[in-house]
């Protein structure tokens, strides 16, 4: 089982950039495919981005590539989203999630742990 936390979220103009992170506890963390995940107001909660055990393998959302980049630190037990160039409907509550296997998967369904989340507003 693990524990996540998200931080470092904010508010930030358009065009600007913000970096997330998630710490998890637990001594298995190398082992869980790890993700984010956001929800806009009145909308669902989707998928944005995704990173494998290594983080040698990535996958995004079409709205975020080219934009965001997920990472982790094994080391750290912490996983991160950068954001630039950010827009106004970038605006949500950020999750990071976790789920076991080894495949990169964009349904929120197969993710078995959940952060709190962290609100992230764009102003234009």
């Known amino acids: 089982q693990v524990q996540l936390v998200e931080s470092g979220g904010g508010l930030v103009q358009a065009g600007g950039s913000l970096r997330l992170s998630c710490a998890a506890s637990?001594?298995?963390?190398?082992?869980?495919?790890m993700g984010w995940f956001r929800q806009g107001p009145g909308k669902e909660r989707e998928f944005v981005a995704a990173?494998?055990?290594?983080?040698?393998?990535?996958d995004y959302a079409e709205s975020a590539k080219g934009r965001f980049t997920i990472s982790r630190d094994n080391a750290k037990n912490t996983v991160y989203l950068q954001m630039n160039s950010l827009k106004p409907e970038d605006t949500a509550v950020y999750y990071c999630?976790?789920?076991?296997?080894?495949?990169?998967?964009?349904?929120?369904?197969?993710?078995?742990?959940w952060g709190q989340g962290t609100q992230v507003t764009v102003s234009s």
């Open positions: 999630a976790a789920r076991t296997g080894t495949t990169l998967v964009d349904m929120k369904y197969a993710y078995s742990y």
């Open positions: 990173t494998s055990w290594t983080g040698g393998i990535t």
């Open positions: 637990g001594r298995t963390f190398s082992s869980y495919v």
